[in-house]
């Protein structure tokens, strides 16, 4: 039976079959590192969060940072 016969029938679109859920651990040591700017500097936005994140080392999206 084919890959693609099989999704046809079961449901589930093809290229859900084929990628791996990525697992990142660093998620909420990013996200305490973002609460903590964003209550220090109160008006900055996700964009300025960003750069102050970069200057400190982390290697993070300006979308990563708006998501979180």
Known sequence: MS??????????????RRKCAVVVEDEAALTAAIVA???????YGYRRITGLLRRDGWTVNVKRVERI
């Open 3 to 16: 890959e693609r016969f099989a999704c046809c029938v079961l449901g589930p679109h093809r290229t859900t």
């Open 37 to 43: 700017l964003a209550l220090w500097h109160g008006r």
